[in-house]
């Protein structure tokens, strides 16, 4: 029987790109995504931590991405994400780090430090609000001048990807990797007659028709599914929080803003008051000058004066 296989699920991802026998679909991928980044194209490769089927099958794969090292020492991490997370940006950055800094050894120069590409491919939108769904991240500065050309990070953001006619062997990939679950390994359509995307399909298959693999792939999917509800269980309730902490907020800068505006008001009726107060006690002021003015007439007045 054959079941539908999503090749989005990291084991199988893993098993496509990372195992031993499939080498040749790891060069393919990694010369399709990076293209004319490379100043050579990979002719072969190193996997450093190849998919294990019995680690698979016994529930003990944990690590999911693939490492490997061409001809030319540079090295390469690729992984797919099905769920984006804030801190994604900075488990990326931190990988590719990782990955580049492991290349020296104590007393080693770092003229040995070789070139490392990290390339991610994401099941959902990182980047929302820009439409183009690949992103290349290098050491260049704001005028577009490069630091050192030793490789960075890329993106692959699936669910915009919607290329109808495949014209490039990137699109090839991203569109098997997009719409692979929904594919008939028996009726492949045109864009799929090629060896790499048949020997792709056919690791895929397995998966499908060894029932001990199609129930660890079960068990995985299902894993990955309690996982995307309880995350977005705690996004509705970060969401949730963060209206609340809002609204208590703003309900303190309108008490604030009224508090302010009582005081404002209190004080416009002391001023009030108190020019009131100094234009009577002016008067009154002016009054007493009068009246000691008229005393000074009187008091100068001549005697025969009536």
């Known amino acids: 029987m054959h079941h539908p296989i999503d090749p989005k699920i990291d084991c199988v991802f893993k098993a496509l790109l990372g195992a031993e ?32 089927e019995r ?28 769920l984006v997370h804030a801190d994604l940006p900075a488990r990326m950055l931190y990988a590719w780090a990782d990955l580049y800094s ?8 770092y003229r040995e430090l070789r070139p490392t590409y990290a390339l991610w491919l994401l099941g959902e939108n990182l980047l929302r609000d820009d439409p183009a769904y690949a992103h290349r991240y ?12 030793h490789g960075g990070i890329s993106l692959f ?6 290329a109808g006619a495949v014209e490039t062997e990137e699109q090839r990939w991203l569109k098997f990797f997009k719409d692979g679950e ?18 792709a399909m056919s690791t895929v298959k397995q998966f499908s028709e060894k029932e001990r693999a199609y129930d660890a792939y079960q068990a995985r999917q299902n ?10 269980h705690q996004q509705e309730l970060e969401e949730a929080l963060a209206q609340e902490r809002a609204a208590r907020e703003a309900a303190v800068r309108q008490m604030e803003a009224e508090r302010l505006a009582k005081d404002a008001e209190r004080q416009a009726r002391e001023a009030a008051l108190q020019d009131k107060e100094a234009e009577s006690q002016a008067k009154e002021a002016a009054l007493a000058e009068v ?11 001549p005697q025969g004066d009536a």
Not at 102 to 109: A, E, K, N, W
């Open 21 to 52: 026998d499939n080498r040749a679909l790891l060069i393919h991928f990694l010369n399709a995504l990076l293209g004319t980044e490379l100043p050579a194209p990979i002719s072969a490769v190193e996997i450093l931590n190849p998919y294990n």
């Open 55 to 82: 680690e698979f099958l016994d529930d003990k794969l944990s690590i999911v991405d693939v490492k490997a090292r061409d001809a030319l020492r540079r090295l390469y991490q690729v992984e797919i994400q099905i």
């Open 102 to 109: 492991q290349q020296l050894h104590s007393g080693q120069d």
């Open 138 to 149: 290098r050491l260049r500065d704001e005028r577009g001048r490069t630091l050192l050309e």
């Open 157 to 162: 953001e699936l669910s915009k990807f919607a």
């Open 182 to 199: 929904r594919l008939d390994a028996d009726h492949l359509p045109d864009w799929m007659q090629t060896t790499e995307m048949r020997q």
């Open 223 to 232: 894993y990955l599914r309690m996982q995307s509800s309880i995350y977005r």
């Open 291 to 301: 009246a000691r003015l008229q005393a000074l007439l009187r008091a100068s007045r």
